[in-house]
C-alpha cells in the first residue's frame, strides 16, 4: 500500500470550505482504492499575512518540497492590497516549485449548464496546457519617472526556448495519453508578437515533427477566443503561453458551466505539483455553505491521477458527472439544491457506493 504524504492549504476565503469537502471525497476514494496517505496543514494566506506579516516563510516552502502533492483551496483577501498574496504565494510558489505546466481541462458535464447554443457534453471536451512559469508573469521591467506626466511602465514578456520546449512537449505526450482528437493547437500571436511567438511557433513545429500521429494546428490567441464559443469541439489540447493561458481558461471555465466545476493542476511532472479549483476565495460567499466545492473536488481527482492513482482520478470524475447529471440545479453558489457539504457527501457517497 502505497503512503502520499498531501500539503494541504485552504488559505482564503472560501477555500478551506471548499478543501474540506475535497478531502471527504480523498477519504472515501482511499478507502475504496486502497491507498493511504497523510495530510499536513499549512496555515498561509490573507489571514497569516495580517497579523504576523509573514507571507510564504521558508519553512512552509521546506515542508512544501517534501510532499508528495499540493492541495490548494484559494489565495486573496480582499483586505490585502491586489498582487501581495498573488504574487507572494501562488506565484511564488509556482515559480519556485518550477510547476511549468497548468494544466486546465474544459470539459461540460451536463449541457444544462452550458451558456452555450446548442452544444452538447461531447462539443466541450479539451485542455489547456498553459505556461506556468514565464512570459508576461516574471515580474520583469519597471517605472521610469513615476508619478510624473513622462511616466513610463515596461512589462516584459520573457520567452526561453526551453520554457517553451518542455510545455509543448507535455502538451504532445497529453494528446497522446488522451487519445481523443489527437490534436494540439499552438494559441499565439505570430501575427503581431513576432519576436515571442517566433520562439513558440518554431519550437512547436520542431517538437510536432517528433509526434507524427498528433496533428499539429495553430490559432492566434482573438481568434481562440472566437472559436472556443463558435467551435469548441475543434479543440483537443491547447498549448499557450502564461498570459494567454490565464485568460483563455477563465472563458474555457464559462463555457463548461462557471468557475464552480473548474480544476486545474501547476504541474512538476518531475517534483511536486500544485492542485486547486482556479476560481479564486470568492469572499462573499465564505462561511455560508453555498459556494460549489465540485471544483476543489475536480482538484483532488487531477491530484490523485499525477501521483499515480489514476483509478481514483477516473472516480472521482465519473462521480462528480453522475452528481452534476443526477442531482444538481445548477453550478452557481446557493442555487445548486444542495449545501456545499451536501454536495461533498453526494460525490463521497456514489464513490463508496461504486466499489
Ligand atoms: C489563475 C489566477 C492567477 C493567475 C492570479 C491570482 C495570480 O488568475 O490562477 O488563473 O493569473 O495565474
Ligand atoms: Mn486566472
Known amino acids: 500500500m502505497s503512503k502520499y504524504s498531501i500539503a494541504v492549504v485552504g488559505g482564503d476565503g472560501t477555500g478551506p470550505e471548499v478543501v474540506k469537502e475535497g478531502l471527504k471525497v480523498l477519504k472515501a476514494t482511499a478507502s475504496v482504492c486502497g491507498f493511504t496517505y497523510e495530510t499536513v496543514d499549512y496555515d498561509i494566506g ?10 510564504l516563510p521558508d519553512s512552509v516552502v521546506e515542508g512544501l518540497k517534501r510532499c508528495d502533492a499540493i492541495y490548494l483551496g484559494a489565495i486573496g483577501d480582499p483586505r490585502v492590497k491586489p498582487g501581495i498574496l498573488e504574487k507572494g504565494i501562488l506565484l511564488k510558489l509556482r515559480f519556485t516549485l518550477d510547476q511549468y505546466v497548468n494544466l486546465r481541462p474544459v470539459v461540460l458535464y451536463d449541457k444544462r449548464f452550458c451558456p452555450l447554443k446548442d452544444k452538447k457534453e461531447e462539443d466541450i471536451d479539451f485542455v489547456v496546457v498553459r505556461e506556468n512559469t514565464e512570459g508576461l508573469y516574471c515580474g520583469a521591467g519597471g517605472f521610469l519617472k513615476k508619478g510624473t506626466k513622462d511616466e513610463v511602465a515596461i512589462q516584459e514578456s520573457i520567452n526561453t526556448y526551453k520554457g517553451a520546449e518542455r510545455v509543448i512537449r507535455f502538451a504532445f505526450e497529453y494528446a497522446r495519453r488522451r487519445n481523443k482528437r ?4 499552438l494559441c499565439g500571436k505570430t501575427n503581431v508578437l513576432t519576436y515571442a511567438f517566433d520562439l513558440w511557433e518554431r519550437t512547436f513545429y520542431a517538437v510536432a515533427k517528433e509526434y507524427p500521429d498528433i496533428q499539429a494546428d495553430y490559432a492566434h490567441v482573438d481568434a481562440t477566443c472566437m472559436w472556443m464559443v463558435k467551435s469548441p469541439e475543434w479543440f483537443d489540447v491547447i498549448v499557450t503561453d502564461n498570459m494567454f493561458g490565464d485568460i483563455i481558461t477563465d472563458l474555457g471555465a464559462m463555457i463548461q458551466g462557471g468557475m464552480g466545476i473548474a480544476a486545474g493542476g501547476n504541474i512538476n511532472p518531475q517534483g511536486v505539483s500544485m492542485f486547486e479549483p482556479i476560481g479564486g476565495s470568492a469572499p462573499k460567499y465564505t462561511g455560508k455553505n453555498v459556494i460549489n466545492p465540485l ?3 475536480c482538484a483532488v481527482g487531477m491530484l490523485l491521477d499525477q501521483i499515480g492513482e489514476q483509478d481514483a482520478g477516473q472516480r472521482i470524475e465519473t462521480a462528480v458527472k453522475k452528481v452534476v447529471k443526477e442531482k444538481l440545479e445548477s453550478f452557481s453558489a446557493g442555487k445548486m439544491g444542495y449545501s ?9 457517497e456514489y464513490i463508496k457506493n461504486e466499489k
Do not use: P
Not at 340 to 348: F, H, I, P, Q, R
Open 295 to 297: 471544483a476543489a473536488i
Open 46 to 55: 490573507g489571514e497569516r499575512y495580517l497579523k504576523t506579516n509573514e507571507i
Open 182 to 185: 489527437k490534436k494540439v493547437t
Open 340 to 348: 456545499t457539504s451536501e454536495v461533498g457527501d453526494l460525490v463521497a
